[in-house]
């Protein structure tokens, strides 16, 4: 089996990318990918307007901040209503900021071709070394974050929160996501389980600055979707 370029649609969420999102979308299409969707998720700065520019996106904005979860379950009810209009058949959800890298996306399309029966393959940092500058403390809660998962689903995986993965549009007609923080990266883990979903792994590389460290989970936002996934899990 042979993945062709134009069956792979890109998930983006954007949320205040105005200054970072123009050279990701233009790694995308220089790589030969044709299809993007970009969920703004109710940006205040020029995301918009950035986007326009690009007139071959498909483009769906929230009228107001919703978070992660709501954003990617936005942009995953789009394929479901229009997956056969566009002719894809597999979804990449990859980050607005650069974090992510399209030249590892190969090994994903291989994955696939070499086993078609999976339902999805996830991005991981830690599978081997990889060029991936993970501050300490940073590492060490996705650590934890990997115990807390399994704990919840059942699943073990080596990077439980990474937001790189290529799935089969069949899979994402399955997984419903109704949590809207950052709660959801667990939650989508748990649906895999749910939805007996075939999975496998695969290195990427993750390139972190100061304004995506800034920006990413801190204490305080950990211990919320720690409390969230509990109260969900037991006694929602």
Not at 62 to 77: K, Q, Y
Not at 194 to 206: D, G, L, S, T, W
Request: hydrophobic share 40%; with cysteine; aromatic share 14%.
């Amino acid at each position: 089996m042979t993945i062709n370029k134009d069956e792979i649609i890109f998930l983006i969420r954007a949320y205040n990318e105005a200054t970072r999102i123009t050279p990701v979308i233009e790694s995308i299409f220089q790589a030969g990918y044709t299809h993007i969707l970009v969920v703004d998720d109710g940006s205040k700065d020029n995301t918009l307007e950035i986007l326009a520019k690009f007139p071959s996106l498909h483009v769906v904005h929230h009228p107001f901040n919703r978070w992660g979860g709501a954003a990617l379950e936005t942009g995953f009810e789009y394929m479901r209503r229009n997956a056969c209009i566009l002719g894809v058949t597999y979804v990449v959800t990859f980050d607005a900021d650069g974090q992510h890298h399209i030249e590892d996306l190969p090994v994903f399309i291989k994955v696939f071709e070499k086993d078609p029966t999976l339902d999805l393959v996830l991005g991981s940092r830690f599978i081997v070394k990889t060029h991936t500058n993970v501050p300490f403390f940073r590492r060490l809660t996705l650590f934890w974050g990997q115990f807390f998962t399994f704990f919840i689903s059942g699943v073990w995986l080596t990077d439980a929160h990474n937001g790189y993965r290529m799935m089969k549009i069949e899979t994402v007609n399955k997984i419903r996501l109704t949590m809207d923080g950052m709660e959801y990266g667990s939650e989508f883990v748990d649906e895999m389980r749910h939805q007996k979903c075939r999975f496998a792994e695969v290195p990427v590389n993750v390139t972190y600055t100061e304004d995506t460290l800034a920006k990413g989970q801190h204490l305080g936002g950990v211990w919320r979707i720690v409390t969230k996934m509990l109260w969900k899990k037991f006694f929602n």
